[in-house]
């Protein structure tokens, strides 16, 4: 997606858009749409559509006797040939691929050998940790070409290409235009597609050669940037490739997710405002040199092509490259607003070389955004200007916005989610945009030469990718400023329906009241009603357990304002950072770690975002050691103090207390000097898990970590004293929980921290059964969202903030959630024999 003005291309003073390749760029692109969605005679049908309307065309052009009417001629003839070409070959191209004898055996299954070409980087694939297994990026995808298979002795080459699911630890080097030979298994790939099979992939590829010296170069560029990048902290030293060159291999998947949230992922996939400001910063140095208009352009275009090989042949990148070399061929002509035929030609070359790229997210909105800046950008800030706003004003106020109105019907029907804070954040960035393009270049380039003067230039724009984190995160972090939409075609033409009501009650004057309706309509049934909701967090809150997906982040108020304490912090920082922003908590006392598995350590650098934290405390583990050593260097770069507790330790502090009840010895605690004797089920690590007792105004709280039967049982047999009001149920309400121990705690409420639509079987139906026997009342965060306990009326209640907003590529979310609600127990204070003998009770 684009949003700078300097990709328009067309003088502000332009009145009319030559449209006469536009219905070529059109047969082109819906014929590849149509021969990817229903098959390759639609492809054909199209295209011979659109040559019969090229032959109706000419011969009008050429009977008449108007000037206008006969400059169409060439345009009759671009069509014809475009309409020829999707006909043929391109029909052609998708029947190979759809009838490839590859696909056939993938729709059988099983494991193959393939040699292929590598045709696009690999691209990471980011992936919450749990258990033993870090987070972060542990799989890539690599898309391959010209592809050789050995099935069963017998070599077949395939007309299509195949994407290669791999382990990022063993192909992070790969380089496009290697071939490699693996073993992989394969799976269908959707129908119709050019890609014919996926092949998940096991182990390391077997290199076959050297890739192309330019691709060397590349990744020679791209790696010395990371390495002056560290010059800056972690989060803007993995941004700024990402900025420059598309490189997000460093970048922390919270800033990326912040960045979607916010509507700037464009940004960090690099298109055309990069390309606008590369070849727009050479042909001012040009012209500062007193080069001609053709040693300008030419100058230019080496370093537009150099740009694209270093970036890489992504979809958006390919569009910005071919629209910026007609670009420059139009300056070397003479010729003024080419624009829209420039995109218009790129449109009909990327397609007709790779029919995939109609159907591609990244390529629609580079296109849809561009032309949007071409056609509307200049009318919308002209009409600010005529209304007294200043002309460098107007224009950053107009490319944002109508980026926005034009790309946001692609992105609610690809994505099922609708940004309302992209103008907003997009504004507040676009200052620095072009300074972090220029000297990010500067940097890459001189960091193989000159690598001390490349570290000074990162540290002084550092700053600047300091800010557009800063913007990010607070635009993302504002209530409602991600929406859930319907995704698929419906849901793209009822955004379309949307943004064209909205531009006509700006066009047209006697429309206003119905907009505002229907503004006034969307908001009430689309946003997510906790921006209309009572205020969270909800008065007199005891306990939070976070909504952190799969994982338990809990957070005990300390009676004090601001002030919290925290168990585990989940696997995803952003979800807990969020959380405590949303409770206002602004001092940690203590954040207690009960074992060390992602899924409860993942979050702790969020903790340190912005709040003063006192101490980390761990249990006796140790393991896994990536954990340990994870926690080591953070408790150590920030200055907090690392402490262990033990059984029989009390924490204090105004109206919480903290006993420590487990684990009593470490007879069980995982071996600390040879990672490979840990349990691959992780069951030592988790009953190594702290068990702490928290004494609450709204009563006891048990908080069980991970435990499972052996520690459990232990407890039970120690005679330790597990009464407690409020339970966090062990281990996400995993089958491995005794019923005796359920029974021996009794609590009038369980909640259980467990993320949607996990694999795991989270949480078990029977421990929750046993629960509801005993007269609990059971709340789960991935229903739920946060979940406060609460003191009402002198008794311990539940509050549901609701399920937050799923990420991308998850499961589709609901349209609206209620408004947090108080939830009573269904008794008021009884002693625990009573409320066994009423656990029966309709409720």
């Not at 997710?257 to 996939?269: I, K, R, V």
Request: proline fraction near 7%; charge should be neutral; glycine fraction near 10%.
């Amino acid at each position: 997606m684009v949003i700078r003005a300097a990709e328009i291309g067309a003088r502000k003073d332009a009145t009319t858009h030559d449209w006469r390749l536009v219905p070529a760029a059109v047969t082109v692109w819906v014929g590849a749409i149509l021969g990817l969605l229903w098959g390759w005679w639609a492809s054909a049908v199209c295209g011979l559509i659109g040559g019969s309307v090229a032959v109706v065309l000419a011969r009008r052009a050429s009977r008449s006797q108007d000037r206008e009417h006969r400059r169409w001629l060439p345009a009759a003839g671009a069509l014809l040939l475009c309409g020829l070409l999707t006909a043929w070959p391109v029909s052609a191209r998708l029947y190979d691929a759809e009838h490839a004898e590859l696909r056939e055996i993938a729709l059988v299954g099983g494991e193959v050998g393939l040699s292929a070409v590598v045709t696009q980087r690999p691209h990471s694939v980011h992936a919450d940790g749990y258990a033993g297994r870090p987070g972060g990026m542990r799989s890539v995808l690599v898309p391959v070409d010209t592809v050789t298979a050995v099935v069963d002795g017998e070599r077949i080459d395939s007309q299509g290409r195949v994407l290669l699911i791999a382990p990022a630890a063993t192909w992070g080097d790969v380089l496009v235009g290697q071939r490699v030979t693996v073993r992989a298994e394969l799976a269908p790939a959707r129908p119709h597609q050019m890609t014919v099979a996926v092949g998940f992939v096991r182990g390391p590829p077997e290199v076959e050669g050297t890739a192309p010296w330019w691709q060397r170069v590349s990744e020679s560029l791209r790696s010395t940037l990371r390495a002056v990048c560290a010059v800056l902290s972690e989060e803007p030293a993995g941004l700024l490739p990402g900025l420059v060159v598309g490189d997000t291999g460093e970048l922390s998947e919270r800033v990326e997710q912040e960045f979607l949230d916010a509507g700037m992922s464009h940004l960090t996939a690099v298109s055309g405002s990069n390309v606008a400001i590369l070849c727009g910063a050479v042909l001012l140095l040009a012209r500062g040199l007193r080069c001609g208009p053709r040693l300008s352009a030419t100058l230019a275009g080496a370093a537009l092509l150099g740009f694209v090989v270093l970036v890489g042949y992504e979809p958006s990148v390919l569009r910005a490259g071919v629209m910026g070399a007609v670009g420059l061929l139009a300056l070397l002509l003479g010729r003024r607003g080419s624009a829209l035929p420039a995109l218009a030609a790129a449109v009909c070359v990327l397609v007709l070389y790779d029919p995939e790229m109609a159907v591609s997210m990244g390529f629609t909105l580079s296109v849809v955004a561009t032309a949007g800046l071409v056609l509307l950008a200049p009318l919308w800030s002209r009409a600010l200007e005529r209304r007294g706003v200043p002309g460098g004003v107007a224009d950053a106020l107009a490319v944002p916005t109508v980026a926005f109105f034009a790309t946001a019907p692609v992105i609610a029907g690809m994505v099922g989610e609708v940004s309302l804070v992209s103008v907003a954040a997009n504004l507040a960035a676009a200052p620095v945009v072009a300074p972090i393009t220029v000297l990010g270049t500067a940097a890459t380039a001189l960091a193989p030469l000159w690598p001390g003067a490349a570290e000074i230039v990162v540290y002084v724009v550092g700053p600047a990718v300091s800010w557009l984190i800063l913007v990010a995160r607070h635009a993302a972090s504002v209530p409602g400023a991600v929406i859930p939409w319907p995704s698929g075609w419906w849901g793209g033409a009822l955004a379309m329906l949307v943004v064209a009501v909205l531009l006509c009650g700006l066009r047209f004057r006697w429309i206003p009241l119905a907009v505002a309706l229907v503004a006034v309509g969307t908001v009430l049934f689309l946003v997510p009603t906790r921006v209309l909701a009572p205020a969270w967090p909800p008065d007199d809150w005891v306990l939070v357990a976070c909504d952190v997906g799969q994982g338990d982040g809990l957070v005990l108020a300390t009676g004090e304002p601001a002030r919290a304490v925290v168990v585990d912090t989940g696997p995803d920082p952003a979800a807990l950072d969020r959380c405590l922003d949303r409770l206002g908590v602004e001092r940690v006392p203590l954040v207690v770690l009960t074992h060390l598995h992602a899924d409860h350590v993942g979050g702790l650098s969020a903790v340190f975002e912005g709040r003063a934290v006192g101490g980390v405390a761990v249990g006796p583990g140790r393991a896994p050691h990536w954990a340990w050593r994870e926690v080591v260097d953070l408790t150590t770069d920030r200055r907090v103090p690392l402490v262990r507790l033990n059984a029989g330790d009390r924490l204090a502090w105004h109206e919480l207390r903290i006993d420590v009840l487990a684990p009593a010895t470490e007879e069980n605690v995982a071996a600390e000097d040879a990672e490979d004797a840990e349990d691959t089920d992780g069951t030592t690590i988790n009953n190594t898990s702290l068990v702490l007792r928290a004494t609450t105004p709204a009563g006891r709280i048990l908080l069980t970590g991970d435990v499972e039967l052996a520690a459990q049982a232990e407890l039970l047999a120690m005679g330790t004293d597990l009464r407690a009001d409020i339970l966090k149920v062990p281990h996400h309400g995993s089958r491995y929980t005794l019923a005796m121990f359920l029974k021996a705690v009794s609590p009038r409420i369980a909640i259980t921290s467990v993320g949607a639509d996990n694999t795991y079987g989270h949480p078990s139906p029977e421990t929750h059964r046993v629960l509801r026997g005993l007269g609990s009342l059971v709340a789960r965060t991935d229903t739920g969202g946060d979940t406060a306990v609460v003191l009402h009326d002198d008794e311990p209640a539940v509050v549901r903030r609701g399920p937050s907003i799923r990420r991308r590529f998850r499961r589709p979310v609901r349209l609206a959630r209620p408004p947090p609600t108080v939830e009573p127990l269904p008794w008021g204070r009884r002693d625990h024999r009573a409320r066994r003998a009423s656990s029966n009770r309709p409720r």
